[in-house]
């Protein structure tokens, strides 16, 4: 299982302090073992149920954000950081984990993804802030994970959040226009 979540995840080697490593790829490897969806699905699947055959899979997407995440926390601090100190490694452990929950809130039925109950239940900043506790995972990453979505407008975000958040939105609102 470590080892399905390092191929799928090459960015883990981003995150400098080995114990944050260690607990995101944990995250990752828990959200696996419960899951109706094997590593290789995410490969397969879109990243969203949103956009009606959406061409972009789940891992072309999440990794994107985090490239996206990474990137754009380097230029704030280039230009910004005397004002805006941001934790690069809080910034990359909450981008590869924001949808970790993801797992629990598809199921697949014929060969496609669906929505499980669980999913409509809980939505994927839920389970993933469980998830992400479970494996000991410090509170300013499941910060990121509870307010990168539309939940997380109703929390004042820290700056990391504030990244990871519009990562994320960049790359999925365009895709709306595809309907
Ligand atoms: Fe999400």
Redesign the pocket.
């Known amino acids: 299982m470590h080892e399905a979540v390092h191929q799928l995840w090459p960015e883990l080697d981003w995150i400098s302090n080995p114990d944050l490593r260690e607990k995101t790829a944990k995250t990752w490897e828990r959200a696996l073992a419960l899951s109706p969806l094997k590593a290789d699905d995410l490969n397969q699947i879109p990243f969203t149920l949103l956009v009606p055959d959406c061409p972009t899979t789940f891992m072309e997407h999440k990794r994107c954000v985090v490239h996206i995440a990474r990137k754009a926390a380097e230029s704030m601090t280039e230009f910004m950081g005397n004002a805006l100190p941001i934790n690069k490694d809080t910034v990359i452990a909450g981008a590869i984990l924001?949808?970790v929950g993801?797992l629990l809130e598809y199921e697949k039925v014929d060969g496609k993804a669906k929505q499980s109950k669980r999913g409509e239940m809980l939505r994927?900043?839920f389970t993933g802030v469980a998830l992400a506790m479970l494996c000991g995972v410090p509170d300013d990453v499941c910060h990121i994970i509870a307010a990168?979505?539309g939940e997380g407008d109703m929390v004042k975000r820290t700056t990391e959040a504030y990244i990871v958040h519009h990562a994320?939105f960049m790359a999925f609102l365009p895709f709306k226009n595809l309907k």
């Open positions: 924001a949808d993801k994927h900043p990168h979505a994320d």
